[in-house]
């Protein structure tokens, strides 16, 4: 085909498009659901796989339209000479295969005519794609054009220059262009609409299945850790363990049978049990819970001993934990052992518990308060041997997370084996280190239903979860039935006699609860203003509280809604003001407020406002 554009008008179209519209785009008002996507990660690429394919669509589409234009003149307007497209596509060989059609016209007034064709349709398509560009992936349905009035007049200006080419001699002359009449400009639009909805398209594909997949999670590491396995864990749950230490704590075999059978249907990996050498009862219970065939696998935990572990492998579990004191403090006042015996105990205790074909994984104890040399010497032992895991051990919690990052990824390029970690919470930590030991390249958690355990506990499961969910929400929801996590603890807490926090991690009472009026709020128009936690993934609901002095109108408006009552913004706010004096009276109730803005609805109803208000204020003054 002939060249559809002459160097001149592409420098033309550069001028327009990239001049006064590409300014007046930034103006741009902020997209209506700004607040409710997360804040762009510093790792994600300005233009992602994603956006670079719809660019490259559009692209396809202005490439192809400008060249159809040209086309289109020569092969179906009626004006035009109506060839075929083989002569079209081989007009410089016209004087040879056809010169009856008239070979000039590819030269002459017809080609200038089919080129000016080419250069509105692009300029014409330039804008509507400017007009695209009010959002990136708000449909203008929503977004108008008009929201941006500067686009809107950039474009109309950017439109009377190209007239002012197309229709003033001196222009035509040094453009090479001829005017256009009314039937090539309602073919120039039909050409160059369809970039409108294929963006529309697009847009809407992005919406709806794109921008929660491509989008990185602001909340992950800032740079990405090749070792890390935030997104790639495992749950060793010692509630029948850990939880076992708890004061409160004393399950019968049918309690722990329960609560097996609650944390397998939740999903964890493993399910630690007490030492069957503690009691006759302990061996029995493993037994039994061993027997249940359990998704799970049962894992025990002994010391170092060798009668122990004789007792573990025979009572059906899938794995032994073995534990032994190395800190100075444990070899000194507890076992009295050094580090040579702690090394010749791990091998014989390990290669014996090996041979019955079953997981084996060795600890330290007291890991962060042992000496570092002695204690990589040790797991470089028992990691040679062929354990399955290694584990290191917060048993006083005196570790913060920088601390078990560098033990953690230390001890990461020393064994080859699985990291699992133990960390007790009595400095309140427990959680952050477990995420922390996860970054480092640590593969299992050891965790507890509501923390319970020796002293303060360990990494609580709710928490622990919760913590995880913020960092990969997919991964958990595919991993564990967060809807079980409330029963869950339920259970655990009427079998320990105590209450499950009033601020616990996710099941809490106010865990989702909303009381500060900008609070109350910015979580009607979005609930992820002032959550990072979404109720509905556990199981919860929230719960926004407007019956207190600290109540704002938006609030109260949104219960007026759920009632079903008619009160306009002014309205709402004066009864606001209503609920905020007797609420410095006393608290006021759900159902107290449910009455005041009925009352209220009936008085506007009525046309006895100034009564109602009048009456109000006198019972509050007496």
Not at 403 to 420: A, F, K, M, P
Request: charged share 20%.
């Amino acid at each position: 085909m002939p060249e559809a554009l002459i160097p001149v008008q592409l420098l033309w179209v550069n001028l327009v498009t990239d001049g006064l519209p590409a300014t007046a785009l930034g103006f741009n008002p902020p997209d209506h659901d700004i607040m409710r996507r997360p804040p762009r990660n510093s790792r994600e690429p300005i233009v992602g796989k994603w956006l670079f394919f719809r660019y490259m669509i559009v692209g396809i589409y202005v490439g192809a339209a400008t060249v159809f234009a040209y086309a289109w003149w020569f092969l179906f307007y009626t004006e035009g000479p109506q060839i075929s497209f083989y002569q079209l596509s081989n007009f410089h060989r016209c004087s040879s295969l056809f010169p009856e059609i008239g070979c000039e016209m590819f030269t002459n007034i017809m080609a200038n005519r089919a080129t000016t064709m080419s250069l509105s349709v692009l300029v014409t398509i330039e804008m509507l794609n400017a007009t695209n560009s009010l959002s990136e992936n708000e449909s203008l349905l929503t977004l108008p054009i008009w929201s941006n009035i500067y686009l809107v007049l950039s474009i109309i200006l950017s439109m009377a220059l190209h007239f002012a080419i197309l229709y003033i001699p001196f222009f035509t002359h040094l453009f090479a262009i001829v005017p256009l009449n009314l039937a090539e400009w309602k073919a120039v639009l039909w050409i160059s609409l369809p970039v409108i909805f294929i963006d529309e398209a697009m847009k809407f594909i992005s919406r709806t299945f794109i921008d929660d997949i491509s989008r990185p999670n602001p909340y992950l590491p800032r740079f990405s850790d090749l070792l890390s396995r935030v997104s790639n864990f495992s749950i060793i749950e010692s509630t029948l363990r850990e939880g076992e230490q708890f004061a409160n704590a004393f399950f019968d075999t049918a309690k722990k049978i329960e609560i097996a059978r609650a944390l397998d249907d939740f999903g964890v990996e493993y399910i630690e049990l007490t030492s069957p050498a503690a009691s006759e009862q302990s061996r029995q219970d493993c037994i039994e819970i061993c027997k249940l065939g359990l998704k799970a696998k049962i894992l025990t935990h002994i010391r170092c001993h060798m009668d122990d572990a004789k007792i573990a492998v025979e009572t059906g579990v899938d794995g032994v934990d073995i534990v032994i004191g190395t800190s100075s403090y444990l070899r000194e006042f507890s076992h009295g052992k050094d580090m040579d015996y702690i090394a010749n105990a791990a091998t014989k205790v390990i290669n014996f518990v090996k041979s019955k074909g079953i997981e084996v994984r060795f600890s330290s104890e007291d890991s962060f308060r042992s000496d570092l040399v002695d204690l990589l010497a040790l797991y470089r032992t028992v990691d040679k041997l062929g354990v399955d895991r290694v584990g290191i051990a917060d048993t006083v919690g005196c570790a913060n997370p920088r601390q078990v990052y560098e033990l953690v990824r230390t001890l990461r390029g020393v064994v080859s084996c699985d990291i699992e970690c133990h960390f007790h919470n009595d400095t309140g930590c427990a959680i952050a280190n477990a995420y922390s030991a996860l970054e480092a390249g640590a593969t299992h958690i050891d965790t507890s239903v509501l923390g319970i355990g020796e002293r303060n506990g360990i990494t609580p499961l709710g928490g622990f979860i919760a913590r995880m969910y913020t960092a990969n929400r997919d991964y958990n929801k595919s991993k564990y039935k967060l809807h079980m996590l409330r029963d869950l603890e339920n259970l655990v807490a009427d079998s320990v006699s105590v209450q499950v926090p009033f601020n616990n991690y996710i099941t809490g009472y106010c865990a989702f609860t909303h009381k500060a009026g900008i609070h109350a709020k910015a979580i009607l128009n979005n609930p992820s203003t002032y959550e990072i936690l979404k109720p509905e993934d556990f199981g919860m609901t929230r719960y926004v509280s407007i019956g207190h002095r600290l109540t704002g109108w938006n609030a109260v408006k949104n219960r007026v809604e759920q009632l079903g009552l008619c009160l306009n913004d002014e309205q709402v706010k004066k009864v606001t003001a209503k609920i905020k004096e007797l609420a410095d009276i006393r608290p006021q109730s759900m159902e107290d407020v449910d009455n005041l803005l009925r009352e209220y609805h009936y008085a506007v109803e009525s046309g006895n406002v100034m009564k109602f208000e009048n009456g109000l204020t006198a019972t509050n003054g007496s």
